[in-house]
């Protein structure tokens, strides 16, 4: 049985992309999965059955390599955080955030470094150099004059993106600029109205000329750390994670632990001392949720 891509999801319709044809699909009930049910997702990988050129059923859902709640989607490359230099200014805490985010959700991200054109370029440099020395690509741009335009449609490039940002960074102008004629929905807006944050938000891949998609609604709106143990967030630090097999103990938080591979790089300069305050901010912010949320 042939194998496509969920892409969008309406009223118990799955629409699956396989080969130039979407084929409108209805589920068998819902799927088994060890012994826990699921449901398709839009970006999961399934066998359909076709029953003409247009229509079919769901017949299996495959392994997910990662699976995100807002918006609901699955098997996700990477995100595509977007960050403005300017108006909002950058906020290298913001960022580091929704590091931690993406890192726990098991997705890669691009930092996409937008309006530069309003900063000077040792600004933009001096962010670039930082964060790809932690294993980022960071693309500077601007739609002044369609600046990293290349780089960004050859990181997109049949991959499956999902944009993230703070409301007035330019991710829909950056869309515009990449893809004439595309648009992305302003998950900001219907969050201002009071939707969007229990409601399942609909959600749509858009195909990309140069393959690829491009979830049509930004994601990682709720920066909260829910979900997260203490070690999860510092296994979500990049630059932690890759020394902390030399730290002593397994587990190691890196605060105050004895022989800690990170605390020494921090005081070896390897390790920024920003990136390090954070750490310790959102370990108060994580245990400050864990307080409020006990369960008696
Ligand atoms: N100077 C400059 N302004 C930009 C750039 N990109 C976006 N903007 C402006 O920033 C504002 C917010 O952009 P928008 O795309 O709506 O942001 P979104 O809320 O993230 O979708 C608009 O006034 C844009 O014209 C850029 O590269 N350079
Ligand atoms: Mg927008
Ligand atoms: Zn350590």
Redesign the pocket.
């Known amino acids: 049985m042939p194998e496509g891509r969920i892409v969008k999801a309406l009223s118990g319709f799955y629409y699956v992309a396989d080969e130039g044809r979407i084929y409108s699909c209805r589920a068998r009930g819902l799927f088994k999965k060890k012994d826990a049910k699921v449901n398709p997702l839009v970006g999961d990988w399934v066998v359909y059955d076709a029953i003409n050129e247009e229509e079919g059923y769901i017949m299996e859902v495959g392994e997910r390599t990662n699976e995100l709640v807002r918006p609901p989607v699955s098997n996700v490359d990477q995100a595509v955080l977007v960050f403005s230099m300017y108006k909002p200014m950058f906020s290298p805490l913001l960022l580091d955030k929704f590091l931690t985010h993406t890192e726990r959700a098991g997705i890669d991200s691009v930092i996409v470094l937008s309006k530069a054109d309003q900063v000077s370029e040792e600004e933009v440099t001096e962010i670039v150099e930082k964060y790809e020395a932690i294993g980022y690509r960071v693309i500077p741009t601007s739609t002044a004059d369609e600046r990293g335009v290349e780089d960004v449609l050859e990181v997109l490039r049949d991959r499956i993106s999902v944009f993230a940002g703070q409301s007035g960074v330019g991710k829909s102008s950056l869309i515009n600029m990449l893809f004439p004629g595309v648009s992305l929905q302003t998950g900001d807006v219907s969050q201002k109205l009071g939707r969007g944050k229990h409601t399942t938000r609909h959600v749509e891949l858009i195909p990309l000329a140069g393959g690829g998609y491009v979830a049509d609604t930004p994601g990682f709106s709720s920066l909260e750390f829910i979900d997260f143990s203490e070690l999860d967030l510092a296994e979500s630090f990049r630059d932690f994670a890759d020394r902390?097999s030399e730290?002593k103990f397994r587990g190691?938080l890196?605060v105050s632990?004895p022989a800690?591979?990170?605390?020494a790089a921090l005081e070896a300069g390897e390790i920024s001392k920003q990136r390090y305050e954070h750490y310790k901010q959102f370990r108060e912010e994580l245990k400050e949720y864990q307080r409020r949320n006990k369960p008696w």
């Open positions: 902390s730290c190691c890196h632990e800690c591979a990170v605390q």
